[in-house]
């Protein structure tokens, strides 16, 4: 599967390539394994994942309890709770997960920098068909390039190691 894949459900938005969960316009931050833990989870909405595949896939060749895929659960439960009364993550007793809400996913053009600006409903969001490709005709002339302006030179600031021991003896002298 491709890391440039984005994934809409409720009012998130998970940008996989970027490593990025939004809520809304409000980034939501996770620890890298928990990021992952939802992205396998979305990655395979409405199948249940077994405990067993969890640890494949996440923990590769590492030996890992039961309670630390309970608590990348429980912090994944947590992180989505922003959508009030929805529950997106089913236990299967003894077996493993589900994810149980209504996921779309699209790949990514080129994701954005920041917060999408209009963050539109999932179900208003259109999926572009692939275009077929052009017969090649004349190869375009290069764009001339453009001139980028050099950013203007910072002030030298001390380098805290070198401020320390002004401020001790501005302190002992205070003192």
């Not at 922003?82 to 993550?89: E, F, L, M, S």
């Not at 539109?120 to 490709?133: L, N």
Request: aromatic share 8%; hydrophobic share 45%; net charge negative.
């Amino acid at each position: 599967m491709s890391d440039n894949e984005i994934y809409r459900f409720g009012g998130f938005r998970l940008e996989a390539g970027q490593r990025r969960l939004w809520h809304w316009q409000e980034p939501v931050d996770l620890p890298p394994k928990v990021f992952d833990t939802l992205l396998l989870l979305l990655r395979r909405a409405g199948l249940l994942i077994t405990r067993d595949e969890f640890f494949a896939c996440l923990w590769p060749n590492t030996v890992v309890t039961e309670a630390s895929l309970g608590r990348h659960i429980w912090q994944v439960r947590k992180a989505l709770e922003r959508d009030a009364g929805v529950d997106y993550v089913q236990t299967v007793p003894k077996q493993g997960y589900r994810f149980v809400g209504e996921v779309e996913r699209e790949a990514a053009a080129a994701a954005p920098a920041l917060a999408p600006a209009a963050f539109p409903p999932p179900a208003a969001v259109p999926v572009p068909e692939p275009e077929e490709p052009a017969i090649a005709a004349e190869p375009a002339p290069p764009a001339s390039p453009v001139p980028v302006p050099s950013p203007a030179p910072t002030p030298a600031s001390p380098h805290p190691r070198r401020l320390w021991p002004t401020l001790a003896a501005g302190l002992l002298l205070a003192a």
